[in-house]
Nanobody, 126 residues
Framework: QVQLAESGGGLVQAGGSLRLSCAAS????????MGWFRQAPGKEREFVAT????????YYVDSAKGRFTISRVNAKDTVYLQMNSLKPEDTAVYYC???????????????????WGQGTQVTVSS
């Protein structure tokens, strides 16, 4: 089993920045691709960004390109999501996902991820 714990959410004004962290524990050797998803009130959970085990490959939803950056530090079993130029429409609970599947291009489907964290709330005020 792998446990994931997100942190770093909060309330920020439009145009501001936040850095989310997701720390993995347990059988982390089985984790390859990791990703961030988000769920706004009344909406389905949607893909935001994903990163390969080496960190050399990344993929983003169009709305995040140029504003968000996903990264990871394997020595710390941690993945990050740096979010800049935040907009009110970015308001959501952000979830970290871990997959046992090696990188194979875009991994935007929730079904590709085996483990999930509890989420961290991000609220962007206008």
């Amino acid at each position: 089993q792998v446990q994931l714990a997100e942190s770093g959410g909060g309330l920020v004004q439009a145009g501001g920045s936040l850095r989310l962290s997701c720390a993995a524990s347990g059988r982390t050797y089985s984790v390859y691709t990791m990703g961030w998803f988000r769920q706004a009130p009344g909406k389905e959970r949607e893909f935001v960004a994903t990163i390969s085990k080496s960190g050399g490959s990344t993929y983003y939803v169009d709305s995040a390109k140029g504003r968000f950056t996903i990264s990871r530090v394997n020595a710390k079993d941690t993945v990050y999501l740096q979010m800049n130029s935040l907009k009110p429409e970015d308001t959501a609970v952000y979830y970290c996902g871990a997959s046992s599947i090696p990188w194979r291009g875009s991994m935007a489907a929730m079904g590709a991820y085996d483990y999930w964290g509890q989420g961290t709330q991000v609220t962007v005020s206008s």
